[in-house]
């Protein structure tokens, strides 16, 4: 299916998600997750519309935003990061989802070259051993010790939901970390603004949205999984 038939019927969705939690539409944004995909269809993605784009692996985000050499676009970095690979990332890119520890931080921060970098906290709360992300207990000591990083900012948190299918269980999930989110904002931080929620996957954006996703990061329900 086209791209642009899958992306009609992920804004219905996410409107109707919308409705029932009374947001507006545009508070939702939708990148486009083109890890699985050729260049080719990471074009198509942009010819439909979609101007953030996701990958996890350096050398996929880096060959793709060759290809679609395009100003309009946003790149994510949406997986988990190795130390020694931040240097050949952080030029590439507008927002890393997948900050968790102090290290990488402080590797974020040197290679910055006087930007500001926009992270998001990963947040590990189902507390699956194979999740990456950080525990919890650590969020408010791990965003204190942030302040001195200057060319951080934290934009918001972001996590991933268990392998379940109980809805229940996902939806406390993202409340969890909408609660984080909401509790961090309060505070009135200059280096951790956090306003922004960044959950929900093809399995389960309507529910994150429904919770207050704010990006949802969408592969194999928008531009597949197969190429
Ligand atoms: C692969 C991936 C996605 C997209 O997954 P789909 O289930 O194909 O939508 C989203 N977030 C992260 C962190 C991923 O690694």
Redesign the pocket.
């Known amino acids: 299916m086209k791209v642009s038939n899958k992306l009609d019927i992920i804004k219905k969705n996410i409107e109707k998600a919308c409705q029932v939690s009374d947001r507006p539409p545009e508070d939702v944004k939708i990148v486009a997750?083109t890890?699985y995909v050729s260049e080719k269809r990471a074009l198509e993605a942009v010819k439909s519309g979609l101007y953030h784009l996701g990958e996890?692996r350096p050398d996929g985000l880096i060959n793709k935003q060759e290809a679609i050499n395009d100003k309009r676009v946003s790149w994510h970095f949406?997986?988990s990061l190795q130390s020694r690979k931040v240097k050949d990332v952080i030029p590439h890119i507008d927002f890393l989802?997948s900050l968790d520890r102090m290290s990488l931080a402080e590797e974020v921060n040197k290679r910055a070259e006087g930007r500001i970098v926009k992270c998001f906290i990963q947040v590990n709360i189902s507390g699956e051993e194979s999740k990456h992300g950080l525990p919890e207990e650590e969020l408010m000591s791990f965003i204190k010790s942030l302040k001195s990083l200057e060319q951080i900012q934290i934009v918001g948190l972001m996590t991933?939901a268990p392998h379940t299918h109980n809805e229940k269980i996902i939806r406390q999930t993202f409340r969890r970390l909408k609660t984080w989110q909401t509790h961090i904002s309060e505070q009135g931080l200059n280096h951790a603004p956090c306003q922004e929620l960044s959950m929900g996957?093809?399995?389960d954006y309507g529910l994150a949205v429904e919770e207050g996703a704010t990006f949802v990061?969408?592969?194999?329900?928008l531009v597949g999984?197969d190429q």
């Open positions: 997750v890890k996890n949406i997986g989802h991933m996957m093809s399995n990061r969408i592969g194999s329900a999984n």
